[in-house]
């Protein structure tokens, strides 16, 4: 009988997890093999184990069926090999949605159907800043209108972000040598506890599973650490409903790492993961190829915001401007945007059927930059960010697609559009909506957060009189 | 001898005219080839004459040196064959710089060296509304900023401006049949009359010979009327140093005509100009060959501001954005562009090395629209318009050159930059000047209209604090 350190009954998109002692002498992370079938009726799941450090080797899952599950471990190691288990998966508590999924082909929502409208932070190193900094982040991300954040496992290294991290994923010597047959299990442990305070407020860790900003040696590891890495991470970290798997920050600024690298990296995440969560890479200056079939959305760093409805289109996946730059006032032109101009590109993408992701970047006398290391927000931008999540959220279940490109506008026909006039600032509009259907109007002014209704009720082609100031937007919703 | 209207002394770049009494009976528009060979000592230059009814024949020229100038008349007439004269040509009064021409590759400048920084506004049809519309026309361009007006010879059918026009550039029967085989010269008459009008303030009659919004037949008339119409226009005001000739608005959209049209009309107002004035041709959609020889500045309808340098880098002539859409807030997106968004052109270009053009497309009771009536400006922008102007005329005689692409800058190394941060709102930046100069510093804020000296001499490259402020610039001129 397995030695269970959770109980064997658990929520459906919780986290099963069973615990084995094994042997703690030779190196067990590349000696041992361990890992569990998980059967539901007649599917199999395939989880593999991670050794976790002091003998002790643990096996996940994150089950997505309620219902009696079994499971059986597989090992080169006698003791861990054949040990057989039951568990019974009762329903999800209020709150848990599951994994986020692809839905509606360009679009995001819960395993259980709600929509998840991405709004996404990212704070690469967070994780990395010690538990004062770390915990004020999270304070920070409670208030904060974000359900998801970017976030490097590796430590960074780049300006503003010089310091050494609390925790290191391989162990080092005094000379700082890396021993990269074996993981540190305290970083990992580490790591995954943020991960769980993320998915305790409601956001997505997109983990980034390389990046070039490296002081350590992890951007250039042998192909075989790369590969045990990949394998470590998704056995520790799959069972989490809220993790997302981006293979890279800037992935073709890694000069040692070739394109099959990284496809590769893709194959390896997708085979060892049960739970298939979502995969994406982001680039530099080149886009890696979305339409590879491993890609599960397009996550983007441009600034190009018109070509949103493009990439929809070519596609077909959601497409999401993960790094569109930053608001704040550095010396660095990808990180002084103004909030302005901010609001005005999560507008951009959002009336063309994508999303736009956020970070901070304002200077601090101590170089606490939220993009970097987290801790609070300095400007004003998220509440308007909050606005739009809002406003997209009242949306139709099946996400706002592109309506309009004279002006921008997306929703679904006889449901729901959503204008954005940019730029222009005309003094009236002719709408063509969607017969067969009446809507009520309302003028949104997207940095003051004004909700103005129209008088009456419009329908098929009509003239609107519009505000006739820059920036604004339409919003149009069937009337009952 | 002949009989002369104007007196045989004429100022430098002034306009001289010779006046002749000769057949008032048959087609003198067609029957009567005349004109005359001016001499300065070796040089000869021919100017055709045209005819401006009652029998009388005219010939005119912009003498472009000061002394003795003589001319000789030719004729298939005897009475206007074979006239001789002699011109004594004073110097320029004041105000009085000449023609404007290109210098220094990209630039503009007027021929007697002085810079013209081109700032120019867009009233397509304003000669065509009435003396009480035009006068006000002119009233208000007396106190704004703009030294080039880009307007239609022919009369203007198109949104806003649906009414027939005062004089009509042919004859035309009651049925409104135009007799081609003529010419209107009260119609000429009154347009010379606001050319020279447009003079007498500094401004530049950016003449548009062709454009498609016609009720009347004139975009469509055969090419024998279309190529003496040409000669006739360019007789009759080539001697204005306003003038410049610009053969189109939107050829592209003219359907009737052909490539080769458009290279014939260039070719036959280059072979026909005495004083050799700018021509340009401007685009719907589809940009002329501006490495063509005859276009000695690239005047563009386009919205793309992100590629004024590239355009200056591949045609070497002067890039002038004469449509980057207006400032207004009517129905049609290329007319409400906010006027912090126009605000933002004209400096994004001016950093890059071209040129903007305005032009205001405010609703108006009486559809009296400045873009194609005139009348009164309603918005607010060239105030910050005639700002710029001023920064751009305090620079170097050699005009903005683009310096850098990071932040966009231009000027001249070691005399003069002018940046502008655009979206981005550095706190600070590290500028890198010529070498062996020192240089001032102001912070310029483009929309308060403000200029605060940074206190300090600075050089070579160095880290200077910034406003951190979104569509701010900086202007270094150098230290005495």
Known sequence: MPALTFAQDVERWGIFEASFQGPATGNPFVDVKFGAKFRFKNRVLDAEGFYDGGGTYKVRLMPDETGEWSYSTYSNVPALNNKTGVVTVRPAA????????????????YADGTPYVPVGTTSYAWTHQGDALEEQTLRTLKTSPFNKMRMCVFPKHY??????????PFPRDAKGVNDFTQFNPAFFAHLEKRVKELGALGIEADLILFHPYDNWGYSKMPAEVDDRYLHYIVARLAAYRNVWWSMANEYDF????????????????QESDPSQHLRGIHNGTVLYDHLKPWVTHVSLQSSDLDKA????????????YDECKYEGNIHQRWGNLSAQEMVRRFWLAAVQGAYAGHAETYLDPHDVLWWSKGGVLKGDRPKRIAFLRKLMEEGPAEGLDSQSTYYLGAGQPGKYYLFYFDLNQPADHTFDLAKGSKYKAEWIDPWEMTITPVPGIFEGKFDMKLPAKPYMAVRFRKAE
Chains 1, 2 share one sequence.
């Open 159 to 168: 300006s503003f972000n010089n310091n050494e991290p609390v925790y290191y």
């Open 254 to 269: 890694m000069k040692n790492k070739t394109m099959a690298d990284w496809d590769r990296y893709f194959r390896i995440v």
């Open 309 to 320: 409805l493009e990439y929809v289109q070519k596609y077909r996946k959601p497409v999401v």
């Open 94 to 109: 209020a709150g848990n949605h599951g994994p986020v999924g692809v839905k509606y082909t360009t679009h995001f929502a």
